[in-house]
């Protein structure tokens, strides 16, 4: 029988898994969301109570937000059996080549804790973009992050409305895409990190959440204005991401800072206030039917469709190599 301990400490950690510090719904978040709700409610003129206007039926009640919401319980299950360890794959890789770079000898850090603190987090937000962006653009992995694009209203939950195999992939490949960075800067240019540095990154992250980061996965607009957000994402243009319309594919990729996708041409700055909807769309920008309407087919369609996707460009491949063989 397990000892009052053990239960308490088994609680603990499966509250942390579900609302932690290190997820999007700690409370604490939460409630730093729910007061800039209130900020911008009282700009906005709106005739409805604020309640009305923050939380409307519609979108907590749509269908597509109860599967985000089995989605997220399905996910943090797996999250307690330790699948998506990002932090211990990026520390395995980057202490590694480090050591192999700085010959076991990493100099004493020259630099402040805070300018290195904001390097890595530049390192790490660099690393998110191109993770990102390659399963937008590679057809095989796609099908596994269109999960999270076919949410058709976005609340905070939507965060976590997400195929565990894309899970797996995101967290393995920004593991090592992280891991080789943070080596390379670390063994090279800055050496050694204290314990100040990584308080440092987590307080560069911790401020991240606070200030806005729920805010994405709303209906709710947001705009940094034009210059910061060359700079930063701000929720709006996090929101385009996850448009219907044709003109906002495959921009805004990136998660904290904009200058990924503005050096790499995928940055999209609103001019103004748009009217957004959400789901999958065809080439045209037309909306498809719901491919994942339920727990199961969000599930299920993205293993099939993936493998429908690798089995038609290895035909394509064969067509090809045909073609370039022929006298």
Same mark, same amino acid.
């Given at each position: ?80 059996? +330790? %699948?998506?360890?990002? @932090?211990?794959?990026?520390? *395995? ?5 480090? &050591?192999?770079? =700085?010959?076991? /000898? ?72 992280? +891991? %080789?960075?943070?080596? @390379?800067?670390?063994?090279? *240019? ?5 314990? &100040?540095?990584? =308080?440092?990154? /987590? ?125």
């Amino acid at each position: 029988m397990d000892s009052p301990s053990n239960i308490i400490e088994t609680a603990f950690r499966l509250a942390n898994a579900w609302a932690g510090p290190a997820t999007r719904l700690w409370p604490f978040y939460l409630l730093t969301m729910i007061g800039m709700c209130y900020l911008l409610f009282r700009r906005s003129l709106s005739v409805k109570s604020f309640f009305q206007w923050a939380f409307p039926v519609d979108v907590y009640f749509h269908k597509s937000h109860f599967v985000d919401i089995k989605l997220f319980l399905f996910s943090r299950i797996l999250a307690l059996l +330790g %699948l998506f360890n990002t @932090v211990a794959i990026t520390a *395995f890789m980057a202490s590694g080549l480090m &050591t192999f770079l =700085a010959e076991s /000898n990493a100099p004493e850090a020259a630099l402040h804790p805070a300018l290195i603190a904001l390097l890595m987090v530049l390192v790490n937000d660099f690393g998110v973009y191109w993770v990102h962006r390659i399963h937008h653009e590679i057809k095989t992995l796609w099908p596994f992050h269109a999960v999270h694009h076919s949410a058709e209203v976005l609340t905070p939950v939507t965060t976590y409305r997400k195929h565990p195999l894309y899970d797996i992939f995101s967290s393995s490949s920004r593991g090592v895409v992280m +891991g %080789l960075l943070e080596g @390379v800067l670390l063994g090279l *240019f800055v050496g050694k990190v204290e314990f &100040t540095t990584i =308080a440092g990154i /987590n307080a560069g992250y911790a401020l991240f959440n606070l200030l806005g980061s729920n805010l994405r996965h709303t209906h709710i607009w947001l705009s940094y204005g034009r210059v910061l957000e060359h700079l930063f994402i701000s929720p709006a243009q996090h929101q385009i991401h996850h448009s219907l319309d044709h003109k906002h594919y495959n921009t805004n990729y990136g998660e904290i800072f904009a200058i990924w996708d503005w050096m790499f041409g995928t940055l999209y700055v609103p001019q103004s206030r748009e009217e957004l909807q959400f789901g999958l769309s065809d080439a045209e920008g037309k909306r498809i039917e719901q491919p994942h309407d339920s727990l199961t087919n969000a599930l299920v369609v993205p293993i099939q469709d993936s493998l429908k996707s690798f089995r038609g460009n290895s035909a394509e491949a064969k067509n090809v190599t045909s073609e370039a063989t022929r006298p």
